[in-house]
């Protein structure tokens, strides 16, 4: 069975400073990753994947992440927060064996305080 | 404009009705999706469908129904044997082929039973 484990529920940071929202991922044959981003009341929308390739992927409002096959890891990072990047952020993951299934997080609340 | 619509926002019923949630995406994607969120749990998947007169249970299909007759449409019937219906539902659509699988979601519609 596959998956995911996003260990923090809430990540507060300071407008201008780097951030960080952990994911753990545990799937059988390779993984497929993703990130999302949820505002209130409102649908999820899609940042970035991983899928093979590069380990850094870039995604939409300057976000990245980095996929660590050792660690079992995929990590979203932004080098300068802004107070509009508050929201709450789901990491996702789907094995290539498993078709069309995806498992999600439990979501990690990012606050950005100016 | 392409995406998914979902209607309506707010639903709201007594106890011991069943009552159909509507998703159409007009994206030619061949997957569709419906999650249910509870607050602090994440997205856990209610059902599945990769292609049209097709579809699998997801992890908490009891009490749902679905149908998917038409590839734009996959409209949940929430049945009276669902024991904790409140809640936000969220439909969402992808690819099943090349290497874009990730989802699309729609606006969500926020189901409450009294």
């Known amino acids: 069975a596959q998956s995911v484990a996003q260990p923090e529920d809430q990540v507060n940071v300071a407008e201008g400073n780097p951030l960080t929202v952990k994911c753990t991922y545990s799937?059988?044959?390779?993984?497929?990753l993703f990130w999302y981003v949820q505002y209130p009341n409102r649908g999820l929308q899609f940042l970035l994947k991983?899928?093979?390739?590069?380990?850094l992927v870039k995604g939409s409002y300057g976000f990245e992440a980095e996929f660590n096959k050792s660690q079992t890891s995929f990590h979203l990072k932004k080098p300068s927060a802004l107070v509009s990047d508050s929201a709450l952020y789901f990491c996702?993951?789907?094995?290539?064996?498993?078709?069309?299934?995806?498992?999600f997080g439990d979501g990690t609340t990012l606050t950005v305080k100016p | 404009d392409g995406g998914i619509t979902q209607s309506p926002k707010y639903l709201f019923r007594k106890e011991g009705q069943n009552v159909t949630l509507s998703c159409e995406q007009n994206?030619?994607?061949?997957?569709m999706y419906w999650y249910r969120q509870d607050p602090g749990q994440g997205l856990r998947l209610i059902y599945y469908?990769?292609?049209?007169?097709?579809?699998q249970k997801g992890d908490i299909a009891e009490g749902y129904s679905v149908s998917r007759e038409k590839k734009e449409s996959f409209p949940l019937t929430v049945t009276s044997a669902q024991k904790n219906p409140t809640a936000f539902y969220l439909c969402?659509?992808?690819?099943?082929?090349?290497?874009?699988?990730?989802?699309?979601f729609g606006p969500g519609t926020r189901l409450t039973v009294t």
């Open positions: 969402a659509s992808s690819m099943t082929s090349g290497s874009s699988y990730e989802q699309y």
């Open positions: 799937v059988s044959g390779n993984p497929y």
């Open positions: 991983y899928i093979t390739g590069d380990n």
């Open positions: 996702a993951v789907r094995d290539n064996t498993n078709a069309g299934k995806s498992t």
């Open positions: 994206l030619n994607h061949d997957a």
């Open positions: 469908s990769q292609i049209v007169n097709d579809f």
